[in-house]
């Protein structure tokens, strides 16, 4: 499974050697109080991961978030789906978004935008799978295909600009 977590919406991919099975955006957005939707964001995690035989959870380290509440409630969350995990026998990892990207091929520098990066997964997601998805969907999907052995995808400047 990949999911791209965040407390108002979190994004879940399961892929079965390498093909794509399932995925879905968890939308909490409209509740106002955080431990409510961060606890609640579990909850729901937990209900997609049970519908499946997992073996393995790929979910994005939050890393150097700019604020620090924020990178408080990510933790907490990955601090769930970790626990969730070892109760399961699942493995968890936590890959940096640099290192999930590389696999993809959607290469990351210091001076690229992350609106560009999520702009590049969802049109990585588009020529790879032809689905039109969120930025949240698409990341989940590439953070799951980055644990198989798969090809790059391939991408060219007129992809994203396109």
């Avoid at 106002?32 to 393995?56: F, Q, T, W």
């Avoid at 026998?89 to 940096?96: D, S, W």
């Avoid at 935008?113 to 999907?141: F, P, Q, T, W």
Wanted: net charge negative; hydrophobic share 40%.
């Amino acid at each position: 499974a990949g999911i791209d977590a965040s407390t108002n919406k979190t994004g879940i991919a399961i892929m079965t050697d390498g093909e794509l099975v399932y995925y879905t955006l968890i939308d909490l957005h409209k509740e106002k109080d955080a431990m409510k939707r961060i606890s609640n964001m579990l909850i729901k995690i937990c209900e997609v991961l049970e519908r499946y035989d997992i073996d393995a959870v790929y979910m994005e380290k939050a890393f150097k978030m700019s604020n620090t509440d924020t990178t408080i409630k990510l933790a907490n969350l990955a601090g769930g789906v970790m626990l969730y995990c070892a109760k399961n026998k699942i493995e968890f990892n936590n890959p940096l978004p640099s290192v999930w990207r590389a696999k993809i091929g959607i290469e990351q520098g210091k001076k690229v935008k992350r609106d560009v990066l999520k702009a590049e997964a969802i049109k990585a997601v588009k020529n790879e799978y032809g689905l039109d998805v969120g930025d949240d969907e698409a990341e989940s999907i590439l953070i799951c295909r980055s644990a198989f052995d798969l090809p790059k995808i391939g991408m060219t400047e007129d992809d994203l600009w396109s």
